[in-house]
């Protein structure tokens, strides 16, 4: 049975969880620290991304430009050393890129949240070049997000009331008041004063981002949700639905989980996400395991995909029940 080594971040839930699965069934794993040297001896490796603090998000270019070089090297190292991955990080990097993964997605003929026409343009033109797209197309709600975030850092969604031209964003970016500068304070908020908007607009935008329509999304109860789905070696290990008040989901940001199986989805519902999420593995070559975001559409319940994350395996939920995920990722290695 192959000897697994994780290249993490010792403490984190990730690592801890992985490693009990790996004791019970009686693999070997070994743990190399981000920033740690270390020797490559080949073996099968899983890359989990590493632990950062910054919460300034302009800061937040550096740190992706340094994980992607990383991701770069890893790949060399593999190829050199005859390393075998879970996820390759050549795979973990295409993901990463919110744009390229959902043009690649598009090209295949899968569903997802389409783009606002002219995501390209020039973003010196900033808010109010958005605001007449928005008009021009008819479009009244959009999300702007990061082009490489994670966990909602960056990431609004603005909504313009027809008739009144009422503004409302929903977001966790906040200008610091001592900078002026955009900081992710990790609580969602919810403003409709004009000013205010433009400027938190004007920031967002000046980073690196996409803009994606904003699609109704099914209820439950009160609740608007979209699902986070597992997906490993084709079959969907957790489907979890994250239900909250808001447009925006994250579970981290008082979203509520709920097992999708309660929501009382018709069977050809639950049998479609599946399907569309195996053909999104599909086009990724080697891609083993993925946290895959799907939005059912209010009313007809047609899935669409809503982003791919080839290192979005940490369920809390999972862990704390069965850990079948870190269980299946250590039968997949131990039998690489």
């Given at each position: 049975m192959s000897r697994i080594t994780l290249l993490g971040d010792p403490g984190t839930k990730r690592a801890a969880y992985l490693q009990k699965a790996a004791a019970e069934a009686g693999v070997p794993c070994r743990l190399w620290?981000?920033?740690?040297?270390?020797?490559?001896?080949?073996?099968?490796?899983?890359i989990d991304p590493p632990v950062w603090s910054f919460c300034g998000l302009e800061e937040m270019a550096g740190y992706i430009r340094g994980y992607q070089e990383d991701l770069r090297g890893l790949a060399r190292l593999g190829k050199s050393c005859g390393i075998r991955f879970l996820n390759?990080?050549?795979?973990?990097?295409?993901?990463?890129?919110?744009?390229?993964?959902?043009?690649?997605l598009r090209q295949a003929g899968i569903p997802v949240t389409?783009?606002?026409?002219?995501?390209?343009?020039?973003?010196?033109?900033?808010?109010?070049?958005?605001?007449w797209r928005m008009r021009e197309q008819r479009v009244s709600q959009v999300f702007i997000k990061p082009r490489w975030g994670s966990g909602a850092a960056g990431t609004a969604a603005l909504r313009i009331r027809p008739?009144?031209?009422?503004?409302?964003?929903?977001?966790?970016?906040?200008?610091?008041?001592?900078?002026?500068?955009?900081?992710?304070?990790?609580?969602?908020?919810?403003?409709?004063?004009?000013?205010?908007v433009c400027r938190l607009l004007d920031g967002l935008l000046r980073l690196d981002h996409v803009e994606e329509r904003w699609y109704a999304?099914?209820?439950?109860?009160?609740?608007?949700?979209d699902l986070r789905v597992v997906m490993q070696d084709g079959r969907a290990d957790v489907m979890l639905a994250r239900l909250s008040k808001s447009p925006i989901t994250n579970l981290h940001l008082d979203g509520r989980p709920l097992p999708a199986d309660e929501l009382?989805?018709?069977?050809?519902?639950?049998?479609?996400?599946?399907?569309?999420?195996q053909k999104s593995m599909a086009c990724f070559p080697g891609l083993l395991s993925a946290g895959i975001d799907i939005?059912?559409?209010?009313?007809?319940?047609?899935?669409?995909?809503?982003?791919?994350?080839?290192?979005?395996?940490?369920?809390?939920?999972?862990?704390?029940?069965?850990?079948?995920?870190?269980?299946?990722?250590?039968?997949l290695m131990g039998g690489m």
């Amino acid at each position: 049975m192959s000897r697994i080594t994780l290249l993490g971040d010792p403490g984190t839930k990730r690592a801890a969880y992985l490693q009990k699965a790996a004791a019970e069934a009686g693999v070997p794993c070994r743990l190399w620290a981000w920033g740690q040297q270390w020797v490559p001896t080949g073996g099968i490796m899983k890359i989990d991304p590493p632990v950062w603090s910054f919460c300034g998000l302009e800061e937040m270019a550096g740190y992706i430009r340094g994980y992607q070089e990383d991701l770069r090297g890893l790949a060399r190292l593999g190829k050199s050393c005859g390393i075998r991955f879970l996820n390759p990080p050549e795979t973990i990097l295409e993901l990463l890129d919110k744009k390229k993964c959902k043009e690649r997605l598009r090209q295949a003929g899968i569903p997802v949240t389409e783009s606002l026409d002219g995501s390209e343009a020039d973003p010196a033109r900033e808010t109010a070049h958005l605001l007449w797209r928005m008009r021009e197309q008819r479009v009244s709600q959009v999300f702007i997000k990061p082009r490489w975030g994670s966990g909602a850092a960056g990431t609004a969604a603005l909504r313009i009331r027809p008739g009144s031209g009422e503004m409302i964003l929903y977001t966790c970016a906040a200008e610091d008041p001592q900078t002026g500068r955009l900081v992710n304070t990790k609580r969602l908020r919810k403003s409709s004063e004009k000013e205010a908007v433009c400027r938190l607009l004007d920031g967002l935008l000046r980073l690196d981002h996409v803009e994606e329509r904003w699609y109704a999304k099914a209820g439950y109860k009160g609740f608007s949700y979209d699902l986070r789905v597992v997906m490993q070696d084709g079959r969907a290990d957790v489907m979890l639905a994250r239900l909250s008040k808001s447009p925006i989901t994250n579970l981290h940001l008082d979203g509520r989980p709920l097992p999708a199986d309660e929501l009382g989805l018709p069977r050809e519902v639950t049998e479609a996400v599946v399907e569309i999420c195996q053909k999104s593995m599909a086009c990724f070559p080697g891609l083993l395991s993925a946290g895959i975001d799907i939005l059912l559409e209010r009313g007809s319940l047609r899935p669409r995909v809503i982003e791919m994350n080839g290192q979005g395996d940490l369920i809390y939920q999972d862990i704390c029940g069965g850990n079948r995920i870190y269980r299946h990722q250590v039968e997949l290695m131990g039998g690489m």
